[in-house]
């Protein structure tokens, strides 16, 4: 049995392949070495009741992680995965790679993520390859939900959103400036519970507040991310993240601005991750069919 798994910072999708190509689908919260250690890792898995019926029967694991940038962040992951995966070889790349390998079509193309963080990179097939460093929630992250999080929470709280927005806001988090001062610089995992008011402005989208908010942010990643590539207007651009497929217009006029056409939106990547999987890496390993 193999596990092919695409982890963000908030949530990770998993997928079990047995030796007939059945596959069984799995959802845990997302592991990023920056802020998770080998040992929680551990504990969350083995929470799982139901992963850890087949744990060990996995002989492979293949996950793709954000912040899984170097070998000392792909250590903390590999360690805590093989206590819960005993018997399993485990392999443990970015989540560009995974980006990039989910939206392959067979020719070179620029593959970026949208979701909690955001980052591209250039794939010609064989080897894929980043422009310019993701710099974090804090110095980067352009077009994601951290980044509009940080739009939204700075707008409320300097009295700059709209009043009808900002008693919405107030009905749904019950948050003062205290509160949200105290989770973004005193408790774990700020980048995820900034990004967490995305469902908050997609409620709102309609709004012209919102929708000049995330055009702008969109344009801002591409300005950054893809226009940084020199041959960006001649060959395919994807996306993967729930954010770039809710907001596609916004993505689309920002793009059209820039002389940018996008290929294609993939909201969940594990699908195209799994099918690159089998084709180029898992062709001897998995009777297909």
């Known amino acids: 049995m193999i596990f092919i798994v695409e982890s963000g910072s908030t949530k990770s999708d998993w997928v079990l392949l047995d030796g007939k190509n059945n596959q069984s689908f799995y959802s845990t919260m997302g592991f990023n070495p920056y802020f998770h250690s080998s040992e929680l890792i551990e504990q969350e898995l083995k929470k799982n009741s139901p992963m850890m019926l087949v744990a060990f029967e996995v002989t492979e694991v293949y996950f ?12 903390i992951v590999e360690n805590g995965l093989s206590k819960v995966f005993p018997n399993a070889v485990v392999h443990v790349d970015h989540d560009l790679v995974a980006c990039a390998y989910a939206t392959y079509l067979g020719r070179p193309g620029i593959s970026c993520i949208i979701g909690t963080g955001s980052n591209s990179c250039y794939f010609d097939g064989k080897v894929v390859s980043e422009e310019v460093p993701a710099l974090g929630y804090i110095l980067g992250d352009e ?31 019950g948050l003062d400036k205290e509160a949200i001062v105290d989770k973004v ?20 989208s309609d709004e012209p507040f919102f929708q000049a908010m995330i055009e702008a942010g969109f344009k801002h990643f591409m300005e950054v991310h893809v226009c940084c590539y020199s041959n960006y207007k001649s060959v395919d651009i994807h996306f993967v993240g729930s954010l770039a497929g809710i907001f596609r217009a916004a993505l689309d006029r920002a793009a059209a601005s820039l002389g940018i056409s996008v290929t294609s939106v993939v909201r969940k990547p594990v699908e195209g991750l799994v099918n690159y999987h089998l084709k180029y890496i898992l062709k001897d390993k998995i009777t297909q069919g």
């Open 64 to 75: 793709y992680g954000a912040g899984c940038s170097s070998d000392k962040m792909n250590q």
């Open 143 to 173: 077009g994601s939900g951290s980044y509009f999080g940080k739009k939204l929470l700075a707008a409320y709280l300097y009295h700059n959103l709209p009043s009808h927005l900002s008693a919405d806001f107030e009905e749904m988090y």
């Open 185 to 204: 610089y005193r408790e774990p995992n700020a980048n995820v519970f900034i990004a967490s008011f995305m469902p908050f402005i997609a409620k709102h």
